[in-house]
């Protein structure tokens, strides 16, 4: 895959204020794999599109690409029941056919049939309440392991004869993904028990139990008090305690005293 792909960087890289009258700023993020020497909105891609409700992830051609649209559709015409056959249990099992954002029901063949009822669109929603629990490694082999798994549609919108490409691919002997992480293998944040926690605080036990219990029923939590009691050093050491052990992270963003309330919105 990586022989025939490309993209750009610095996708997110800056979010503009002002779009000089260009109609408005979309609202969402989209970021894509393409054929090299090509671009994201004239050939087809493996993207990523992400907005405050989900992450999109697979395959999809724009309505620029025309010609990539009408060689896929050549293709997927000509040979609906043999990739139907090969790519049913390659697919993501939730992967979607269709409008962005939305989960359909449609089946393969169906898509393979007429992809332009489906807008061209394989892909599959990751929800945002999802994404915030998933450790950050499982969530980078989940998307390379769906662009790996919808790479034979890519096949079809850019190579003359792709079914043989798209066997090789598909070939089980072929290089397989790295596995997964998991908690021995990642790089876990030491353990921060509650003793050294309380050391380092000066507070005892158990108010910061309390503490504890209490972060943990409502998920977050605000320390109030004059300047200088030390909210700040309080709150790092909490968030120590709470990553020992695991995969999770922590960072501090500190905001200046002259911003104004619209900044911290």
Known sequence: MQTVLETQTRIISRILKNDFGRGGAWDFYWGAFYPKGSSRQEDAQLMLRINWENLEVGFYIGEEGQAAREKFSTHTHQHAETLSAQLAHALPADVGFGQSGKKTENTL?????????????????????????????????????????????????????????????????????????????????????????????????????????????????????????????????LAKHLIGGTDGLTELVQFHPSYAYEDFV
């Not at 293998?185 to 108010?207: F, I, K, N, R, V």
């Not at 139990?209 to 943990?216: K, M, N, V, W």
């Open 109 to 237: 063949l169906e898509f393979l049939h007429d992809p332009a009822r489906y807008g061209f669109r394989a892909t599959l929603l990751i929800s945002t309440d999802e994404i915030l629990q998933l450790p950050p490694a499982t969530l980078t082999h989940r998307i390379a392991d769906t662009f790996t798994r919808l790479f034979p549609f890519f096949l079809l919108a850019t190579q003359d004869d792709p079914l043989p490409a798209i066997e090789t691919h598909l070939r089980p002997h072929s290089p397989e993904l790295p596995p997964i992480p998991t908690s021995s293998s990642a790089s876990l944040a030491p353990p921060y028990p509650l003793p050294t926690l309380s050391h380092a605080t000066g507070l005892d036990e158990p108010t910061l139990t309390g503490f504890l219990r209490a972060l943990d029923r409502r998920k977050q939590a605000i320390l109030y008090g004059p300047p200088g009691t030390g909210k700040t050093h309080l709150a790092e050491h």
